[in-house]
């Protein structure tokens, strides 16, 4: 899948490539566009950071803010970022792997890094998830943790277990996605008083629940080596 922008050659000239024309081009961005594709973001100590879409990938990468990691076999290689177009010039050459993304460009095909290292920022990822509606229904699965209904965040409440009236605190464990009819039945009761068990004891979440929906659907093999050890609130842009 490609999409179209121009993008000077990197042999033709060899100082800082411009990417101005991918940076204007974001406002038209296809939603299918290989420019909207995930990339994993890690700091310079190799720990993961973010997800963020390739778009913003390649603003990092031309600024010189970040390097390509690509990941053969378990290990990892780092290319800046005219080596990364020359390689996939080559590449594009000799035959395009189905299983990548290329943005296309006037004269040649870049493809889209899977992961990029950030080549100044060290900080550590940030472990404090927010407490949040948007985060508590993504924990939830968007579920009712009364009646098991499903649905989109407009049709849920979140649900205090413990009511604010009877002591109740906002926190993680006392915080539930419940679906307008289950929050209006139970009112101001206990589960217990209104009969109304909960399907699963809510917890603290691990890992950041917005991430967790993302890599459900958008994890990319190559990312295990850096996200299987991760313990953090990493965030998606
Ligand atoms: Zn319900």
Sequence with gaps: MCQSVDVPCPLRKRSRPDF?????????INPNSPLTKRVL?????????RIVPARRAFQLL???????????DGRYYNYD??????????QASEEQDDNDDWVQTVRFAIPVPRVVRLLTYDRLPQRQIKLNRRNIMARDHHTCQYCEYQGSSSHLTIDHIVPRS??????????????????????????EQANMPLLHPPKKPRINPMVTARLRVERYECWNVFLKNANWAVDVR
């Design 81 to 90: 970022f005219s080596t990364w177009m020359e390689l996939g010039i080559l």
């Design 20 to 28: 101005s024309m991918i940076q204007a081009a974001q406002h038209n």
């Design 41 to 49: 973001v890690l700091n310079r100590l190799y720990m993961a950071v």
């Design 166 to 191: 009877k002591g109740g605190k906002d926190t993680w464990t006392n915080l539930a996605t419940a679906c307008k009819k289950c929050n209006s039945r139970k009112g101001g009761r206990t589960p």
């Design 62 to 72: 031309c600024k010189n803010l970040a390097e390509v990691i690509a990941v053969e």
